[in-house]
């Protein structure tokens, strides 16, 4: 039975684990929900796939695993994209967790309030977090240019999943209006990733 991933394709949560299985060689079914329609709140969601309400959701079986950094990492395990010394391995692992607590509550947060919900349609909060989010965000890009400069990957001298999950949305961060001009080493960095070998875009 193939692994079934169950995502909303323009989510970058849900694109990480497509790039992984794409660049480990892994068949993956697609089964799409519309977010927007609540798709992933109804009865039988909650109940058969995640009670938590939430995609992308990795299928092998009748186990799920939600969590996408942990679905990358199921799908990568054994694969070059795992560092062998045990060491980059926990540095991989470091620059995951960062990416879903520093990057991704900001940087894709703001995508989503600018490209799906639109600025003139946020409540009160979301106006009131934007410029904290959008603070935060940038902040995230310049430690990432930092760590960049004159280093290809984020861990050691290859690819690993700390790129690929970073890639993910760092790559579409101008569609919230993060401008990525000021990040050299961010852009030389998202060119390295987009040519590795069995690569695919966010909207294949």
Not at 28 to 51: H, K, S, W
Not at 114 to 129: I, P, S, T
Request: negative net charge.
């Amino acid at each position: 039975m193939p692994l079934i991933l169950h995502e909303y394709a323009p989510s970058g949560n849900c694109y990480k684990i497509r790039l992984t299985a794409a660049l480990t060689g892994t068949a993956i079914e697609r089964r799409g929900y519309d977010i927007m329609a609540g798709e992933t709140r109804t009865p039988a969601f909650l109940a058969n796939v995640n009670a938590n309400g939430r995609i992308p959701v990795l299928q092998d079986g009748d186990r799920f695993l939600p969590e996408s950094n942990a679905a990358c990492f199921y799908l990568a395990d054994g694969s070059a994209l795992i560092p062998a010394d045990p060491f980059d391995r926990a540095d991989m692992l470091r620059w995951m967790f960062w990416e879903q607590y520093n990057h991704e509550p900001n940087i894709a947060t703001v995508r989503f309030w600018m490209g799906w919900v639109g600025e003139a349609n946020l409540d009160d909060l979301q106006r009131a977090l934007l410029p904290g989010k959008r603070a935060a965000g940038l902040a995230a890009l310049r430690l990432m240019d930092e760590h960049l400069g004159g280093r290809e990957w984020f861990v050691g001298d290859a690819p690993s999943l700390a790129d690929i999950c970073l890639y993910a949305y760092t790559h579409v961060a101008e569609e919230g209006g993060f401008a990525l001009s000021p990040f050299p080493a961010v852009r030389a960095w998202i060119a390295r990733v987009a040519a590795i070998r069995g690569y695919i875009p966010i909207d294949a």
